[in-house]
Nanobody, 122 residues
Framework: QVQLVESGGGLVQAGGSLRLSCEAR????????MDWYRQAPGKQRELVAG???????NYADAVKGRVTISRDNAKNTVYLQMNSLKPEDTAVYYC????????????????WGRGTQVTVSS
């Protein structure tokens, strides 16, 4: 069993910064990609940023230059540093990862966290 646990969300003024964290807990042997998605009220969930096991990254155009994704493989954790936040960044942010487990059997599966709320006031 694997769980993705997000933290770091909150309320911040426009122009401020937040750092989100997501830790993969449980039967984790290795992690392929780790992504951050977000979903604003009334909108579809969208990819914010992603990072591969080798450290290659990709970003949504809406956040390029303001957001940095990174990961600590030893801690099974991915981070999302968000700067110059805008009210339109307000959303629930979800962690997504493809995890390879060995217990009780070898398997690769995609997991989602429960989300963390980010609210940016104007």
């Amino acid at each position: 069993q694997v769980q993705l646990v997000e933290s770091g969300g909150g309320l911040v003024q426009a122009g401020g910064s937040l750092r989100l964290s997501c830790e993969a807990r449980g039967n984790v042997f290795s992690i392929n990609y780790m992504d951050w998605y977000r979903q604003a009220p009334g909108k579809q969930r969208e990819l914010v940023a992603g990072i591969t096991s080798g450290g290659d990254t990709n970003y949504a155009d809406a956040v390029k230059g303001r957001v940095t994704i990174s990961r600590d493989n030893a801690k099974n954790t991915v981070y999302l540093q968000m700067n110059s936040l805008k009210p339109e960044d307000t959303a629930v942010y979800y962690c997504n990862a493809e995890v390879h487990s060995l217990i009780p059997e070898s398997r690769v599966a995609v997991y989602w966290g429960r989300g963390t709320q980010v609210t940016v006031s104007s």
